[in-house]
């Protein structure tokens, strides 16, 4: 059984019942991460192809970008069409698009752009402070007919399971429910926000569906059909769909673009390339230069402490010529 993500009490009238929320469903899609490939000064070898002569043409149709950023920056030499490589995982900077700079997680703030390079600057403390907390309980405050919700309003969804002490009124909520053949719409506080509950009765359990707002929906497209049609067209319709009538059973479809994906990832474990984890090397990015300033003086600041404390005593009647300033180089 699926981690819950969230666990309190569900409240409806006087009736309070503890439960949790699990995940009832989640893409699964291969991911990858890029590496860096540098045609490398070696010697190439010829390569021996696969037999099935099935090879990726455009490394973009397979790429999905997912994952990109990494730390590592170690090589590995690999073969490809008789052409030597050498490969390394990539990290992603953030660069000033004005001057280069590199920036540091804590210089960023959130922008929203009201036209077009204008923007307002708003600080996380004014975000922090818009969150919603996350709340111990779904307050259940409505019941509606079931067919007069439209499945477009499903978010996310959830199992609703209730948790030690509550399943007699879990059990009895969700046989009523059936029975009504209603939906419950409730509120939760979770993950910052205030989310509405749509709260589905199945025949095992209820599933919870966090819903998308009246204003989160896109408008149908404006289609111009055919108002009007004969008996004998509706008869020859309805003909063919029961031609084609039979069970739902989900688990007869299948991803085949991730299956395929899985046979090429499958035939190149030989192929392996090891980019065992190595001290990564730090990024040189645009100068600082207030910082290199910073640094200079304090360096002419060392090299002139160091040489007064070995400086030898001399009599005072001896001229002491004075030490030309350093220039800094920046």
């Known amino acids: 059984m699926p981690s819950a993500v969230w666990s309190g009490q569900l409240h409806f009238g006087l009736v309070v019942m503890p439960v949790r929320l699990l ?24 390569m021996q ?20 950023s990494g730390v590592d920056t170690h090589n590995r030499e690999s073969t490809v ?14 660069q000033s698009e004005v001057t280069g700079e590199l920036i540091r997680p804590g210089e960023l703030v959130k922008g929203y752009e009201f036209a077009p390079n204008e923007f307002a600057a708003i600080e996380p403390q004014q975000i922090k402070a818009a969150e ?21 309003y499903f978010e996310r969804s959830y199992y609703v399971a209730p948790d030690s002490g509550g399943e007699k009124v879990y059990a009895l909520l969700l046989e009523a429910m059936r029975r009504e053949e209603c939906y419950g719409i409730a509120r939760i506080g979770m993950h910052r926000r205030e989310h509405m509950l749509i709260l589905r009765p ?12 009246a204003n989160e929906i896109r408008p149908a497209p404006d289609l111009e059909l055919a108002p009007e049609f004969s008996d004998k067209e509706i008869s020859m319709a309805t ?16 991803d085949i673009y991730q299956e395929r994906i899985r046979k090429i990832i499958d035939a190149e474990v030989s192929n392996r390339i090891d980019l065992s984890p190595t001290p990564a090397r730090k990024i040189t990015g645009a100068p600082d230069l207030m910082e290199q300033i910073r640094l200079s003086l304090a360096q002419i600041e060392s090299e002139r402490t ?3 404390s070995s400086k030898k005593p001399v009599r005072k009647s001896a001229t002491v010529a004075k030490k030309k300033p350093q220039r800094v180089r920046v």
Do not use: W
Not at 50 to 57: C, F, G, I, R, V
Not at 241 to 251: C, L, S, V
């Open 23 to 46: 995940v009832a469903a989640r893409p699964k899609t291969i991911r990858f991460r890029r590496l860096y490939r540098k045609q490398g000064n070696h010697v190439t070898r010829p």
């Open 49 to 68: 192809l696969p037999s099935s002569k099935q090879t990726l043409e455009d490394e973009d149709s397979y790429s999905d970008g997912a994952g990109e």
């Open 81 to 94: 069409r008789g052409t030597q490589y050498d490969y390394a995982l990539v990290r992603q900077v953030l």
């Open 132 to 152: 919603v907390e996350t709340s111990d309980t779904i307050d259940l405050f409505h019941f509606v007919n079931g067919a007069d919700v439209d499945p477009i």
């Open 202 to 213: 199945t025949k095992d359990c209820l599933v919870g569906h966090t819903m998308f707002y």
């Open 239 to 254: 003909a063919l769909m029961r031609g084609y009538a039979g069970e739902f059973d989900p688990t007869q479809f299948k």
């Open 306 to 308: 160091d040489a007064k």
